[in-house]
């Protein structure tokens, strides 16, 4: 009961809960401290409430805070779209910004950097569907890909969906073997 209670909301068939409002700090440090309690010296409750502690140490946006976050990062990083790591001269941020400009903006965006896309507006176009899919998983390997200059202006955005998505799994590991231990 301690750990459905503490942890369903976080979990779902198709990953983080999007209506979900975002991570309860204090009820999820209560419901650990009373895992570690109740079952004190079980190896695998020790490691996943410790692995938890140390996401928890700093707040966590919700599924819909970071899917808006993502909303506003995505023209930022349509402005630097060219610029890489290797070439991030005057040259290549005009060029960025004037294709970003010239371009429309396309939610269905499907053409693969391998065959002549642009690889920042595809990654973007993918990460953008999942998370109207509520998949924050495959949103955050998509950015995950990302290059150059776009790939530092998401960092902290792909730092937070890690995050969460460690806490989600964590919380399916909890989950999962309650069921183990009310069945045995």
Not at 12 to 41: M, Q, T, V
Not at 44 to 61: E, F, H, K, Q, R
Not at 114 to 135: I, P, V, W
Request: charged content about 20%; glycine content about 6%.
């Amino acid at each position: 009961a301690v750990l459905t209670s503490s942890f369903t909301s976080l979990t779902g068939s198709s990953g983080i809960n999007a209506e979900y409002g975002g991570p309860d700090d204090g009820k999820l440090k209560e419901s650990l401290n009373c895992l570690r309690s109740e079952f004190s010296g079980d190896p695998l409750i020790d490691s996943v409430t410790s692995a938890l502690t140390s996401t928890l140490s700093s707040p966590l946006p919700s599924f819909h805070t970071l899917s808006e976050q993502l909303k506003e990062l995505e023209p930022r990083c349509r402005r630097v779209a060219l610029v890489t790591d290797s070439d991030c001269g005057m040259g290549s941020h005009v060029a960025s910004v004037a294709m970003a400009t010239l371009t429309f903006r396309d939610d269905d965006y499907d053409t693969k950097p391998e065959d002549g896309g642009c690889a920042t507006f595809y990654h973007l176009s993918k990460a953008q569907s999942e998370m109207r899919a509520n998949n924050l998983d495959m949103a955050a390997r998509h950015i995950n890909q990302m290059e150059g200059e776009p790939r530092s202006i998401v960092t902290d955005w792909l730092r937070d969906a890690r995050a969460l998505l460690e806490l989600q799994q964590s919380a399916n590991v909890l989950l999962s073997y309650a069921k183990l231990l009310n069945h045995t």
